[in-house]
């Protein structure tokens, strides 16, 4: 239920969106982000929930081999 | 991605967990969260871990645990005249009257993928009442929020929705199971943060990490869970920080607000839970079917003979349920763990093909 998949935002119209699934286009509604076009989101039932721009999602990624690395000496 | 299903990092990790495990008695670890079953039993987690570390499910199926009472209030709806939407598993749910007996009867229950569907649909039949019956926790809450604020006079909301601290919390203070941390789920940590989980390790002294989806996620959750026993802190730690920001989502969290106020609700296989519930506030009630339709909610007794309360409660795992795989499979299923995707049941029938 609280299944909720990354996607590419490709065109914006008011509250809605187009999102890509990896090649499958969805309209999603945008009501509860604040997006532009080109920015990864995180939808769940039709609704962008969170918004993961590119630069997050690469934080994010050193953020967690930081955490794997500074593991490693444990 | 590939860093979350990398066999190599998974390998470390596993070797962490081997290693620290070691200094540990029994740990018993309690997720919330249908889809990290999902993901811990597709992948087969639970072989990889220490005979030390035990992973059990609690109740994280916003499907299995609403009660029959709220399905009923579903039907009446339906009965009443109206269209009643909801989403995926809820229809095939066993009640005193399930969803799909009423619309087989005749009544007019349909499924959607999104409340935006529904919405679509009232504004497609003007003369008709549609009723969103809507389940789901805090990351479907927002998103019932925006039709509630956004949606013609013909469309209503029959709440059905849960916060999930309240329940972590009476899981522990029922004292029935020993618990050594938490894995918080993801997506309504998405929208919540970091925050409303603090207060429950303050005060049953308990670690809890939030996790991703990936099955590294997962491994890297329980490692962190080990470390913090053995270094005998006590933390909310964030291991999705590609999903979930500290303070979660702010706009969701104040539609949340604006809508919703907290109630207190029964949950399937508990009592009722002080403040877990989410109703309309009264300024929304021209879109709340329970007061449209004259609704209340009916207390039906559980299902005897079926274990799904206790396996919501994580007191007993799928496998210990007689009525398992025998009595009760998906395509006859005695309750709702064995209905929907995201239940114990179901997924361990699904993936865990050596116990049947």
Redesign the interface.
């Known amino acids: 239920m609280c299944l909720a998949v990354p996607g590419k935002v490709e065109k914006i119209k008011g509250d809605v969106g187009i999102v890509n699934f990896n090649g499958v286009k969805r309209e999603v509604r945008l009501d509860l982000v604040d997006v532009k076009i080109g920015d990864y989101v995180i939808v769940h039932t039709g609704f962008a929930i969170e918004k993961m721009d590119e630069k997050d999602a690469l934080e994010s990624l050193d953020i967690w081999k930081e955490l794997l690395k500074a593991e490693e000496d444990y | 991605m590939d860093?979350?299903r990398d066999r190599s990092?998974s390998d470390?990790?596993i070797q962490?967990i081997s290693k620290?495990s070691k200094n540990l008695d029994e740990i018993k670890i309690c997720h919330v969260?249908?889809?990290h079953e999902h993901v811990i039993t597709h992948y087969g987690i639970r072989a990889l871990l220490p005979d030390n570390v035990q992973v059990v499910s609690g109740p994280g199926?916003?499907?299995c645990v609403t009660t029959q009472g709220e399905i009923e209030a579903a039907v009446n709806a339906a009965e009443k005249g109206a269209i009643v939407t909801t989403?995926?598993d809820m229809i095939r749910v066993p009640s005193r009257r399930s969803l799909s007996d009423a619309k087989a009867s005749g009544l007019d229950i349909r499924l959607v993928?999104?409340?935006?569907?529904s919405i679509n649909l009232a504004l497609s039949n003007p003369t008709k009442k549609v009723v969103h019956f809507a389940?789901?926790?805090e990351?479907?809450c927002?998103?019932t929020a925006?039709a509630v604020l956004?949606s013609p006079d013909n469309f209503y909301v029959l709440s059905a929705h849960r916060v999930v601290p309240p329940a972590m919390d009476l899981l522990l203070s029922s004292g029935k199971i020993n618990l050594s941390g938490f894995i918080d789920?993801?997506?309504?940590s998405?929208?919540i943060g970091i925050k409303p989980y603090e207060p429950i390790s303050k005060k049953f002294k308990i670690p809890q990490v939030i996790c991703g989806f990936e099955p590294n996620d997962i491994l890297?959750g329980v490692?962190?869970l080990l470390?913090q026993i053995n270094e005998k802190r006590v933390e909310v730690e964030n291991?999705y920080?590609?999903?979930?920001?500290a303070e979660g989502?702010l706009?969701?969290q104040i539609?949340m607000e604006k809508v919703f106020e907290p109630c207190d609700i029964r949950w399937r296989g508990f009592p009722v839970i002080p403040k877990s519930g989410l109703a309309l506030k009264k300024e929304f009630s021209n879109k709340d079917a329970y007061n449209e339709f004259n609704i209340e909610i009916e207390d039906i007794p559980e299902e005897k003979g079926c274990s799904c309360p206790e396996v919501l409660r994580a007191e007993i795992t799928p496998r210990e349920c007689p009525l398992f795989g025998n009595m009760c499979t998906p395509q006859n299923p005695k309750g709702p763990c064995m209905v929907?995707r995201?239940g114990a049941c179901y997924i361990s029938f699904k993936y865990e093909k050596s116990f049947r």
């Open positions: 860093l979350y990092v470390t990790l962490k620290i969260c249908g889809t199926c916003p499907v989403y995926g993928y999104s409340i935006n569907d389940i789901g926790f990351t479907t927002p998103t925006v956004n789920p993801g997506h309504v998405t929208i890297m490692y962190l470390k291991e920080v590609r999903g979930v920001r989502n706009k969701a539609l929907s995201e």
